[in-house]
């Protein structure tokens, strides 16, 4: 039922990597561009489209953009070794030489945003917590435009790029960069991407985004995910909540700007909030030691169940598919913990907080759907049947975290610019792919007057078919079916035969 996004990468672009990453379980593929030119993921996107032909199974594209990223450059590409308890100069003069006492930088407003006892984290994989690939570091003094500090650990730098982080000091860039909005702008618009996971620290960040993906025409759809990676998304996250349609909990980013005690209840505090607003949420950094490790430790096994009993719609792997040696086993350990966990969730519980959340009176909508659950859980059906053109009444189920999963039949829509006729329902389908406990499946569109008549018995069939042929429905099993007829919603309780 929970979700997992894979990041692609070298490790896991073939047509044979993705097609076992999608039979293990992958559901949306992360297309992270902080590395990596457009033509580079755009083979790999071509390959994705080559594995969801071969495989049969639906596959949503997520676009991850780099925001304002402050790096240290070393154009001598040799390892750079930094000494505990020695002074280093961070510059931005970028035609200076990295040094073990000097390193350049990509941002000139440094020593304008720090003061001496502030702290700065710079390393390769800065937010993997593989410390000896990063460096901790205290301001002990601004001279001019450089800043000196002091280094608190022995490290190791290798490569030409490092990211640096400043904890707890906003940095003046905008979230949405200039080449963000270029890759958005081509490589996103070209492909008709169903999700834009965006660095946000303030709402205002994601109005700024969704005004500008409103303009590119076939990116009106898309969804965007705020993922929040330091302490100002926390303070305004209530504000951001409003405005995205899902949040990305970014617990590497967050680990480093927040004391480590108090991640753990960040995160609970946010699933329980976009639980209760309904829109999807996704965590991050769970099995870090299967980049390079066959099994996860007995921390992170827990670690992927806690985030699923908090309530987490999908789980999030970036290095340990990007670079990782075991991308396809990942996915499948990943999930047979999600599935474990799934077996003990609260639903109980939650319904009834979900329920005092919402209030009376409770919208037409939410009351039927709610009501939906409540009936499918006492009579035990197997499956829930929802028919939506939006995808508004299948969210809003597993809004209530049903039991059992939800077959969401999306509807076509016939829509015409008196040029040329187009179907919607592609990207309405693909968005429920991160929201846990939701299925989607593309309805015929030969027969929409079918929809609004309530005669609609062959989708019906062939949405059982689909639920048979996953192995989640069974003769004389039960089944739910939630639909619009007119103006009115109705729920259906339907014992099968044979």
């Known amino acids: 039922?929970?979700?997992i996004v894979g990041t692609l990468g070298p490790k896991s672009r073939s047509v044979d990597?993705?097609?076992?990453?999608?039979?293990?379980?992958?559901?949306?593929?992360?297309?992270?561009?902080?590395?990596?030119?457009?033509?580079?993921?755009?083979?790999?996107?071509?390959?994705?489209?080559?594995?969801?032909?071969?495989?049969?199974?639906?596959?949503?594209v997520m676009l991850d953009t780099?925001?304002?990223?402050?790096?240290?450059?070393?154009?001598?590409d040799r390892p750079i070794s930094l000494q505990e308890d020695t002074l280093l100069v961070l510059t931005p003069d970028q035609n200076k030489e990295a040094t073990s006492n000097l390193l350049p930088v990509n941002f000139t407003g440094l020593s304008k945003t720090v003061k001496k006892g502030d702290t700065i984290f710079i390393g390769k994989y800065l937010f993997t917590g593989s410390e000896t690939t990063s460096v901790w570091l205290e301001v002990s003094e601004v001279n001019g435009d450089d800043v000196i500090c002091l280094i608190k650990n022995s490290a190791t730098l290798s490569g030409s790029l490092y990211t640096l982080h400043v904890s707890q000091i906003h940095i003046d860039l905008p979230s949405l960069t200039d080449e963000d909005k270029e890759v958005i702008r081509t490589w996103g618009v070209r492909n008709n991407i169903d999700f834009l996971a965006l660095y946000t620290r303030h709402a205002e960040d994601v109005r700024h985004a969704r005004e500008f993906i409103s303009k590119l025409g076939g990116l009106k759809q898309t969804q965007i995910f705020a993922k929040i990676e330091n302490f100002e998304g926390l303070e305004h996250f209530d504000e951001i909540l409003r405005e995205a349609d899902g949040v990305i909990i970014s617990r590497g980013n967050l680990g480093i700007d927040l004391p480590a005690e108090k991640v753990f209840l960040f995160q609970k505090a946010a699933i329980y909030k976009c639980n209760m607003a309904g829109k999807p949420v996704v965590v991050t950094r769970v099995v870090d030691t299967m980049t390079d490790n066959l099994r996860p430790t007995r921390a992170e096994a827990t670690d992927v169940a806690n985030a699923v009993l908090d309530g987490s719609d999908a789980i999030l792997l970036g290095a340990e598919t990007l670079r990782g040696l075991y991308p396809v086993e990942t996915i499948s350990t990943v999930g047979k913990i999600c599935a474990e966990a799934e077996k003990v969730y609260n639903q109980d519980l939650y319904f009834k907080k979900a329920v005092k959340f919402v209030g009376e009176p409770m919208s037409h909508l939410e009351s039927i759907a709610s009501s939906a659950v409540r009936a499918a859980i006492k009579v035990k059906?197997?499956?829930?049947?929802?028919?939506?053109?939006?995808?508004?009444?299948?969210?809003?189920?597993?809004?209530?975290?049903p039991t059992m999963p939800v077959i969401s039949v999306v509807v076509p829509q016939l829509k015409t610019?008196?040029?040329?006729?187009?179907?919607?329902?592609?990207?309405?389908?693909?968005?429920?792919l991160i929201v846990r406990g939701l299925f989607p499946m593309l309805a015929d569109p030969r027969h929409p007057a079918e929809f609004t008549g309530g005669t609609n018995e062959s989708i019906l069939k062939v949405a059982l078919d689909h639920g048979k042929a996953f192995g989640i429905i069974k003769p004389h099993d039960r089944v739910v079916v939630f639909q619009k007829v007119g103006d009115s919603s109705v729920v259906k309780i339907i014992e099968l035969e044979d």
């Not at 999608?22 to 033509?39: H, I, K, Q």
């Not at 969801?52 to 639906?58: D, E, G, W, Y």
Request: aromatic share 10%.
């Open 66 to 76: 780099a925001g304002p990223e402050v790096q240290v450059v070393n154009r001598t």
């Open 417 to 432: 610019n008196q040029l040329r006729w187009t179907f919607t329902g592609a990207f309405e389908a693909k968005q429920s």
């Open 381 to 401: 059906a197997s499956v829930i049947i929802c028919f939506t053109s939006s995808g508004r009444a299948s969210r809003l189920l597993a809004k209530y975290r």
């Open 17 to 60: 990597t993705i097609s076992r990453c999608l039979n293990a379980g992958m559901s949306v593929a992360r297309f992270d561009f902080t590395w990596g030119d457009p033509e580079y993921h755009q083979e790999t996107l071509e390959n994705l489209r080559a594995s969801v032909k071969s495989t049969k199974k639906l596959c949503a």
């Open 1 to 3: 039922m929970t979700k």
